[in-house]
C-alpha cells in the first residue's frame, strides 16, 4: 500500500501557483520523497525528489517539513498544460527501487 | 535521444489467450520495471529486472512474467488473460549514474500498452 495521503483533487487559476500537499507520517529516515504526473493517457513524468532538504527544478520546488511527515509541491505559475494527476510517493531508492503510487492528486488548471 | 518504448500501442485479446508486451528501455539504462494501471488507480507495480536479473516482483500472480535480454530490452508475458487484466501496462526504465557520474534518480516512464481484454 502507498505510504502517502492526498487530497484526491485540486483546481488552481491559471497563472496563479499550486500547491498539492502530501502526508507520509509513516517515512522513514533514508526514505526520499518523490513527485511524478501523469497527463491524461501518457505515462508518469518525474518532476523532482527530495531527503530532508527543500528542493527546486525548472519544474517545481519541494517543501519538506523538519519532521518529514508532510511535504508540498509547488509548480509557481501553473498553466493549462499542468492539469494531470500528481503523485506523491515515497520510496528509499527511485532509480532502482519499485515506485508504490496511491491514486494521486487531480490537479485541474483553469482558465 | 529516444525515450522509453513500448509496442504494441493497443492490443484486444480475449479471455484465456496469451500475451507479449515488449519495451525498449533508453539507451545506457540497465533497469526496467514493469507496471499496470487500471482506469482510475496508480500504476502497481508487477516486476523489476537489473542486469538481466529479478531485483523485485509486485503482488502479482504466477500467470504474469517477465524477462530481461542481454541488451536491455524487456518482455512482460500473461498468460490466461482474464477480464481484470485489461489495462494500462508501463515501462519504466533507469540508470544509477548518469553520464557525468552524477546519480540518478528517476525513473524514465513508456507511453504504455492499453490492453483490454474481451
Known amino acids: 500500500d502507498a505510504k502517502t495521503t492526498q487530497p484526491p483533487s485540486m483546481d488552481c487559476a491559471e497563472g496563479r501557483a499550486a500547491n498539492l500537499p502530501c502526508n507520509h507520517s509513516?517515512?522513514?529516515?533514508?526514505?526520499?520523497v518523490y513527485w511524478y504526473r501523469q497527463i491524461h493517457s501518457q505515462g508518469p513524468q518525474y518532476i523532482i525528489h527530495?531527503?530532508?532538504n527543500n528542493e527546486t527544478n525548472e519544474m517545481a520546488s519541494l517543501i519538506i517539513t523538519e519532521d518529514r511527515k508532510s511535504s508540498t509541491l509547488i509548480l509557481p505559475h501553473a498553466t493549462l498544460r499542468d492539469t494531470a494527476v500528481y503523485y506523491c510517493?515515497?520510496?528509499?531508492?527511485?532509480?532502482?527501487?519499485?515506485?508504490?503510487f496511491g491514486k494521486g492528486t487531480k490537479l485541474s488548471v483553469k482558465p | 535521444d529516444a525515450g522509453v518504448t513500448q509496442s504494441p500501442t493497443h492490443l484486444i485479446k480475449t479471455r484465456g489467450q496469451q500475451v507479449t508486451l515488449r519495451c525498449s528501455p533508453i539507451?545506457?539504462?540497465?533497469?526496467v520495471s514493469w507496471y499496470q494501471q487500471v482506469l482510475g488507480q496508480g500504476p502497481q507495480f508487477i516486476f523489476q529486472?537489473?542486469?538481466?536479473?529479478?531485483?523485485g516482483r509486485g503482488n502479482f500472480p504466477d500467470r504474469f512474467s517477465a524477462r530481461q535480454f542481454p541488451n536491455y530490452s524487456s518482455e512482460l508475458n500473461v498468460n490466461a488473460l482474464l477480464l481484470g487484466d485489461s489495462a494500462l501496462y508501463l515501462c519504466?526504465?533507469?540508470?544509477?549514474?548518469?553520464?557525468?557520474?552524477?546519480?540518478?534518480?528517476?525513473?524514465?516512464f513508456g507511453p504504455g500498452t492499453r490492453l483490454t481484454v474481451l
Open positions: 519504466a526504465s533507469s540508470s544509477v549514474y548518469g553520464t557525468s557520474g552524477r546519480i540518478i534518480y528517476e525513473q524514465f
Open positions: 509513516t517515512i522513514s529516515g533514508n526514505e526520499y
Open positions: 527530495g531527503l530532508k
Open positions: 510517493i515515497v520510496n528509499y531508492g527511485g532509480s532502482q527501487g519499485n515506485l508504490i
Open positions: 539507451s545506457g539504462h540497465k533497469s
Open positions: 529486472y537489473y542486469e538481466k536479473e529479478e531485483r
